[in-house]
């Protein structure tokens, strides 16, 4: 299988594998924020998925992938370090700001620095026709950020910090999936750094939970909020390995503004699963991302 993919890298056929990575990406991310956000505390949620998905990806480090070379140690520490202030920041903005408001805020931000970083770190270019669509779906993303803000949002006095969270959680999608990029490039074996990632990177987050589960007054019964993390490790494992494999195959770049196509399905999760309104400015604003997304992949051709 890596020997497969890895003759992928930087084929026509590598470049469509990467378009549909990028989408399947874009739709599993918006479940698990919604997974995030649903009935429970977030920071219990984020809990129970991460040692979810820790468990799970043990095995496989330990006794299934190469084991990985020396210089990715640095790699790993470094991208931990980085997962855990985004995860900390996705929480916090969570708790102050409803999700249609917070979700398409921090996935606003992230490509646009992500492309930027990417033209730095791996000498990417876009094409006139990319950046155009670039605006076009940032002009949606935000569009419904601000609609939903307008029409949706509930807590007002705790929106000025929601949307300041929200921001700064976006920059560091972009920081995390540009040095994600490098490290999934970085090791012979992309299932390598997959594995050793997901089982390093939740293994902090559970310890936490569980000192908020038992301080709190009223804790959720374990069962439910054990199979939410259940279910959000496996979307996990194939949202962010679909998404770290398309950057190996293709452009960073292209791969994360496809992704922000995840903002449409939120909408749609939100709409059709948490029951909040959807009209007809809405959906306009949610093509405008889809479009976006059409032609950067077109102008790229």
Not at 127 to 141: H, M, P, Y
Not at 216 to 225: F, R, W
Not at 261 to 277: M, R
């Amino acid at each position: 299988m890596s020997d497969w993919l890895i003759s992928l890298e930087g084929t026509e056929a590598g470049h469509q594998a990467a378009l549909w990575l990028a989408l399947l990406a874009a739709f599993l991310h918006a479940v698990f924020g919604a997974l995030q956000k649903g009935r429970h505390d977030p920071w219990l949620s984020r809990g129970a998925i991460d040692a979810s998905y820790c468990l799970m990806a043990a095995p496989f480090a330990l006794f299934v992938v190469p084991w990985p070379e020396p210089h990715m140690w640095v790699i790993f520490a470094i991208a931990w370090l980085i997962h855990i202030l985004y995860k900390t920041l996705q929480a916090l903005a969570y708790t102050k700001g409803s999700y249609t408001v917070v979700y398409p805020v921090v996935r606003g931000t992230g490509p646009l620095f992500t492309v930027i970083g990417a033209s730095f770190i791996f000498n990417e270019s876009f094409t006139l026709t990319q950046w155009l669509g670039v605006l076009v779906l940032l002009a949606g993303i935000f569009g419904l950020a601000i609609y939903n803000l307008i029409f949706l949002q509930t807590s007002r006095e705790t929106l000025p910090i929601a949307l300041g969270l929200a921001a700064v959680t976006g920059l560091f999608v972009a920081l995390y999936t540009t040095y994600d990029a490098y490290g999934i490039r970085a090791t012979a074996d992309p299932f390598t750094f997959l594995a050793w990632f997901f089982m390093i990177d939740g293994a902090t987050l559970p310890f936490f939970a569980y000192l908020r589960w038992r301080n709190l007054a009223d804790p959720p019964a374990p069962g439910p909020l054990m199979m939410r993390g259940l279910i959000g490790g496996l979307v996990a494992f194939a949202s962010f390995g679909s998404v770290m494999l398309a950057t190996r195959l293709d452009k960073v770049g292209e791969a994360a503004v496809l992704r922000e196509t995840s903002t449409v399905f939120a909408a749609l999760i939100g709409w059709l699963v948490l029951k909040e309104t959807v009209g007809p400015r809405r959906i306009a604003l949610m093509t405008l991302i889809a479009l976006g997304a059409v032609i950067v992949e077109m102008g790229g051709q």
